[in-house]
């Protein structure tokens, strides 16, 4: 049975510090990993996606990293700004259940103005 | 235009009540599907329907049923509400399933409180 889970559950940093948040999984077996973010009160945004051939997505002031073999994901996030404050979450995709997403609980950022 | 739809986005209701969250996407995709996000914030997939194909979560109650009049409609109907059933419900969507390597879209979320 896949687990995500998301290390650290909190963090906050003073604006325009660059920051990294993880994510790891028990089974090397996905097809893909996606992070979204999610506000309060809110839905959630999908980040990236990232395949299970790729290494890294970038978009912006964000870069997410996969090792499928280790089961880790990294989202770095640089020069942070108060708007990043929000919720990071780590899914995987690894077919059979529902067919849905497998996530982690999540990281919960606040980026100090 | 809201790609994916939910209403109503607050429900509060009796236990034993029989209730339906209704859920709409715009984006044409072959893939819809709910999950619950408990008070612990966790998220968990519930159900996924591609093409008239319905894949259930087995930990599921069987209270829960899905409903899809076209492709572009998922409702979520639920039984005899339990006061364990109070969460927060997302409907979402993809192109394809979820192997096909497609992000997923999700609504805003209904918040269900059962009294």
């Known amino acids: 049975k896949q687990e995500v889970t998301q290390i650290p559950a909190a963090l906050s940093v003073p604006e325009g510090e660059n920051l990294v948040l993880n994510c790891s999984f028990t089974d090397s077996a996905i097809y893909n990993l996606q992070w979204f973010r999610q506000d309060p009160g809110k839905g959630l945004t999908s980040l990236l996606l990232?395949?299970?051939?790729?290494r890294e997505q970038t978009s912006g002031r964000l870069n997410a990293s996969l090792d499928k073999s280790s089961g880790r994901s990294t989202l770095y996030i640089a020069a942070s700004q108060p708007g990043d404050s929000a919720t990071y979450l780590c899914?995987?995709?690894?077919?059979?259940?529902?067919?849905?997403?497998?996530f982690g609980k999540g990281t919960h950022l606040i980026i100090q103005p | 235009d809201t790609a994916v739809s939910q209403t109503p986005k607050y429900l509060v209701t009796q236990m034993g009540n029989d209730k339906s969250i209704k859920c709409e996407q715009n984006?044409?995709?072959?893939?819809m599907y709910w999950y619950k996000q408990d008070s612990k914030k966790f998220l968990k997939i519930m159900f996924s329907y591609n093409n008239k194909e319905l894949i259930i979560n087995e930990t599921v109650p069987n209270r829960f049923s899905p409903k899809s009049p076209d492709k572009a409609h998922l409702n979520l109907h639920i039984n005899s509400l339990e006061l364990g059933d109070s969460a927060v419900y997302f409907c979402a969507s993809s192109l394809r399933g979820g192997g096909s390597g497609n992000t997923i879209y999700f609504g805003e979320g209904s918040w269900l409180t059962v009294v």
């Open positions: 990232i395949q299970s051939s790729q």
């Open positions: 984006l044409g995709h072959d893939t």
């Open positions: 899914a995987v995709y690894s077919g059979g259940g529902a067919d849905g997403l497998t």
